[in-house]
């Protein structure tokens, strides 16, 4: 089991994992001046109806801000609520969330959409219907991760079974834009994806990650694509994230933190205990996130003692 050992001094790091409780698939954002963790409450299906959030201003001390979005929410949503995808837009933050599990174009739904004014909510459903609750080129509507360009455009990108989509959100954030072609869907699939897409942009480049592997086993992964597009193509590159044998199997399915200003990153994902098997057994973990000389994601190594105190200025 994963322990951080009490203390009544400050913490100069954080330690992985960052807070009790069990969770997974996690966003992070920055946003009025705090850094935010959104995760998924790791749970069966049917216990998995409300979203919780961390809120910090050092990375190290965390406060949950708990339930800022249950099923009692959203009348669609009934289970399997988990991958929230936070972002800040037009001065509201737009929650990206997936529900229900759908296996079919003939069940209730798939990707949904929240909003309040503050990052702690509370949130409300948006729309009152899911905003994808349909398979458009295979993928299962699932894992939202919402990016906005620096020319403002917002793009969400998602997916499951092997697919993955990304679709020109509207300026309301509540619809899409058909691309140039005519298509709304672009599938933009690179080698190996399986699931819990993420893009950041850095020096003008934009690096596509994704999860690998069941989320259920220990081989759950993260790999990478870089390209001079956010539509890509993104041709793999290589793992950036995985199990380490003395510390932890399953890591994977993240969102990162990039300091305002630096070339600072970190990476915020979920990794399972070693010895355990119980598949919710998920925690909330964070480490360094590193680019090389040549502008490559160097491969993560996953710690016990997380990461050292960041205030942000």
Not at 155 to 174: I, P, R, S, T
Not at 187 to 203: D, L, S, Y
Not at 237 to 264: S, Y
Request: charged fraction near 25%; proline fraction near 8%; charge should be negative.
């Amino acid at each position: 089991m994963e322990n951080r050992k009490a203390t009544t001094e400050r913490p100069a790091r954080s330690g992985n994992p960052i807070v009790p409780g069990r969770y997974a698939d996690p966003e992070a954002r920055i946003v009025g001046g705090e850094y935010w963790i959104y995760p998924t409450v790791s749970a069966p299906y049917e216990e998995q109806t409300f979203f919780d959030a961390f809120r910090s201003k050092d990375l190290v001390q965390w406060t949950k801000v708990p339930r800022i979005l249950t099923a009692d929410d959203v009348g669609w949503a009934h289970k399997a609520m988990w991958a929230p995808s936070p972002i800040e837009r037009n001065g509201k933050i737009w929650y990206f969330f997936a529900a229900n599990d759908i296996q079919s174009d003939d069940e209730v739904g798939g990707i949904g959409v929240a909003v309040a004014d503050r990052p702690e909510g509370p949130f409300r459903d948006a729309l009152g219907a899911p905003l994808i609750d349909r398979f458009h080129h295979g993928a299962q509507p699932i894992d939202p991760h919402a990016f906005v360009d620096d020319d403002g455009k917002a793009y969400l990108y998602y997916g499951g079974w092997g697919h993955c989509n990304v679709a020109l959100l509207n300026d309301e954030m509540n619809g899409f834009i058909p691309f140039a072609d005519g298509e709304t869907f672009k599938e933009v699939t690179p080698e190996g994806f399986v699931e819990g897409p993420c893009m950041i942009k850095r020096a003008g480049r934009y690096y596509f990650m994704w999860a690998e592997g069941g989320w259920t086993g220990p081989d759950y992964a993260v790999a990478y694509a870089v390209a001079d597009s956010p539509l890509g193509p993104f041709r793999r590159v290589r793992t950036i994230l995985q199990q380490h044998p003395g510390v932890a199997t399953g890591a994977g399915h993240h969102g990162f933190l990039n300091v305002p200003g630096t070339d600072e990153w970190y990476i915020v994902y979920h990794r399972r205990p070693l010895g355990v098997e119980d598949r919710h057994h998920r925690v909330l973990c964070i480490d360094r996130l590193v680019f090389d000389e040549d502008g490559l994601i160097a491969p993560v190594t996953i710690t016990f003692e997380g990461v050292e105190a960041r205030p942000l200025e």
